[in-house]
C-alpha cells in the first residue's frame, strides 16, 4: 500500500506540473510565471523554498543531537532571509522587472560583475539541490525496504523531477508547490499529534527537551564559539539572499505588493512549521530511544524514517512520506531551475549573442538537462551529510553576491569599481581561509563577508580606475519633473530666435 501510494502521489505531481507546462508561452512564462501569481501561490511557494529535505530528515536529525544551538542556520537563518527579502528587496527589485537576480549585477554595475556573481549563484546551488537527490534516493530506498538502492533512488528521483520542471519551468514549481505545501503542513500537523501521543504528550516532549538542555540557544561567551555562531547565522540569513529560486518565487507575484506580503508571510510560515519536524524528531528519543542512541551518531537523518517505519500505522507511513516527498520535490523542482535559467541568461546569452524567444525557451530547457545531471553525479558521489550540503551551499553567495546587491540598492555611491573590489576581495579572503585556516578562530565565510564590504567601501571611494561611475536613477517624480523642463526650454528657442 506504502509503496502503491508514493507511485500515486508522484503520477499526480507529475501531472500537475505537466499541465502548468501548457501555461508556458514564452521564456518569461517559464522563468517568472509572466508575473501572475496570486498571493496565496507566492505564499505557498516561498514556503516552499526551504522546506526540503533538511528541514524534515537534516534539521531535525541536527536538533536531536546539538539542540537548538546547533540549528541556528536553519530555520532561523533561513525564515529570516525570506523576511528580509520581502521587507528590504521585494518591492526595488520588482520595479526593475528583472529575468533574474543575475540582471540585477548587470543594469546596476557591468557584464563583469554580472558574471562573477552569477557563477557564484550558479555554484551555490550544486550542494543543495544534490541535498535533495540525496534525500529522494534516502526515501524510496526506506519505502521499498531496500529493494531499491540509494543510488537507484537518487536516479528515479532526479529523473521525475527533472519531467515536470523541464517542460512547465516556473509554472510547474508554482501549482505543484501549492499542492505539495498543502500535503506538507496537513501531514506535519497529523503526524505530531500522532507521535506527541505515543510519546506521553506534547507537555511530556518539551519537558525532557528542555532538561536535556536542547532549548539552549545562544552561544558560550567565548569569542570563538561568539564568532561560530555569527558566521553560522548569516550564512544563510545574508548568503540565501542573492539566489535566483528566492527571486524568482517573488518576481512571479502579480504585483508588488504580493512580492512583499509573499515573501514576508512565506518566511515566517516557514519558521514555524519547520519546528514540527525537530519535535517529532525528539519524540522518537521517548518512543524508541535505544533506536535512537544508534543512529544519533551514526547517521542521525535516518531517525525519522526509521521511526515512522517501525512505529507507525500505515495510515501515517502515508501519510509521513507524502508530506516527505512534498517537501523534497517542492524544493528540488525550483532549486533545479534557478541555476539552469541564471546560466542561460547571464553567462551563455553573452557568448552565443541574441536568440530568438522560442530559441532561447529551447536553451533554457537543454541546460536544465544538463544541470540535472551534473547534480545527480555530485549527489552520487557526496560523502557530505544533507545538513552540511545545504548550509555550505551559501557561503559562496554570502561572500560574493550580498553585498553588492544590498550596497547597490542602498547605497548611492557604490559603483562597478567598488562592486568588482567586493567580489575580488570576499571571494579570496574567503578560499584561503578554507584552504589554511578552516578552523581558525574567525569563520572564513564571516571574514569574507567583512573584506567583502571593505572592498566596496574602498573601491566605491577611491578614484575610479575600472569601470565607470553608476549614473543615479532618477525617481518617477524626478524623470517628470526633468522632462518637463525640456519641454519648457524647447518651447522657448523660437521665442528667443525671433528676438534675436
Request: hydrophobic share 55%.
Amino acid at each position: 500500500m506504502l509503496i502503491g501510494f508514493v507511485i500515486l502521489y508522484l503520477m499526480v505531481s507529475i501531472g500537475i506540473g505537466l499541465y502548468a507546462a501548457t501555461k508556458v508561452k514564452n521564456a518569461r512564462d517559464y522563468v517568472i510565471a509572466g508575473r501572475s501569481l496570486p498571493l496565496y501561490i507566492v505564499v505557498a511557494t516561498v514556503f516552499a523554498t526551504w522546506f526540503g529535505s533538511e528541514t524534515v530528515l537534516g534539521i531535525s536529525g541536527r536538533f536531536v543531537q546539538e539542540g537548538l544551538r546547533g540549528i541556528v542556520e536553519d530555520p532561523f537563518g533561513a525564515s529570516m532571509c525570506l523576511i528580509l527579502v520581502g521587507v528590504f528587496f521585494a518591492a526595488k527589485l520588482y520595479k526593475m522587472n528583472l529575468l533574474t537576480i543575475g540582471d540585477y549585477y548587470r543594469q546596476r554595475y557591468n557584464r563583469t560583475v554580472e558574471v562573477m556573481t552569477s557563477l557564484a549563484i550558479i555554484a551555490s546551488y550544486l550542494g543543495w539541490v544534490s541535498a535533495q537527490i540525496v534525500a529522494l534516493g534516502l526515501v524510496f530506498s526506506v519505502v521499498s525496504q531496500g529493494a531499491v538502492t540509494p543510488s537507484e533512488g537518487m536516479l528515479i528521483g532526479a529523473g521525475i523531477v527533472l519531467m515536470y520542471t523541464l517542460f512547465g519551468g516556473m509554472w510547474s514549481v508554482a501549482l505543484t508547490d501549492f499542492f505539495q505545501m498543502t500535503i506538507i503542513v496537513v501531514g506535519m500537523l497529523y503526524l505530531a499529534y500522532l507521535l506527541s501521543g505515543m510519546a506521553g504528550g506534547v507537555g511530556v516532549v518539551i519537558n525532557h527537551a528542555a532538561a536535556a538542555g536542547k532549548f539552549e540557544f545562544w552561544p558560550k561567551l567565548e569569542t570563538k564559539d561568539m564568532l561560530a555562531f555569527i558566521g553560522a547565522w548569516v550564512t544563510m540569513m545574508f548568503g540565501s539572499i542573492p539566489q535566483q529560486d528566492v527571486f524568482q518565487r517573488v518576481m512571479s507575484a502579480k504585483t508588488s505588493r504580493i512580492a512583499v506580503s509573499g515573501a514576508v508571510l512565506g518566511g515566517g510560515l516557514y519558521f514555524l512549521f519547520a519546528f514540527i519536524p525537530l519535535f517529532l524528531a525528539y519524540s522518537a528519543s521517548l518512543i524508541d530511544p535505544k533506536m535512537v542512541a544508534g543512529l544519533i551518531e551514526k547517521d542521525p537523518q535516518h531517525i525519522l524514517p526509521t521511526l515512522i517505519m517501525g512505529h507507525t500505522p500505515i495510515f501515517a507511513q502515508v501519510i509521513f512520506f507524502g508530506a516527505l516527498l512534498s517537501a523534497i520535490m517542492s524544493t528540488a523542482s525550483g532549486t533545479l531551475l534557478a541555476p539552469s535559467v541564471t546560466f542561460t541568461e547571464n553567462i551563455l546569452k553573452g557568448i552565443v549573442g541574441p536568440q530568438t524567444d522560442k530559441r532561447f525557451l529551447l536553451t533554457m530547457r537543454i541546460v536544465v538537462v544538463c544541470f540535472a545531471t551534473i547534480v545527480t553525479l555530485f549527489a552520487l558521489n557526496s560523502s557530505s551529510s544533507i545538513y552540511e550540503m545545504v548550509g555550505n551551499a551559501y557561503k559562496v553567495t554570502l561572500v560574493v553576491a550580498f553585498i553588492p546587491l544590498v550596497m547597490g540598492l542602498y547605497w548611492k555611491r557604490a559603483n562597478t569599481q567598488g562592486a568588482l573590489f567586493a567580489v575580488i576581495a570576499g571571494f579570496s579572503t574567503w578560499i584561503l581561509l578554507e584552504m589554511f585556516a578552516a578552523d581558525g578562530l574567525w569563520p572564513p565565510q564571516l571574514l569574507g563577508l567583512l573584506a567583502s564590504f571593505l572592498g566596496m567601501l574602498a573601491g566605491s571611494l577611491l578614484p575610479h580606475y575600472v569601470g565607470k561611475p553608476t549614473p543615479l536613477k532618477l525617481t518617477h517624480s524626478q524623470l517628470h519633473h526633468h522632462a518637463a523642463a525640456q519641454t519648457q526650454h524647447v518651447a522657448e528657442i523660437p521665442s528667443q530666435r525671433h528676438k534675436d
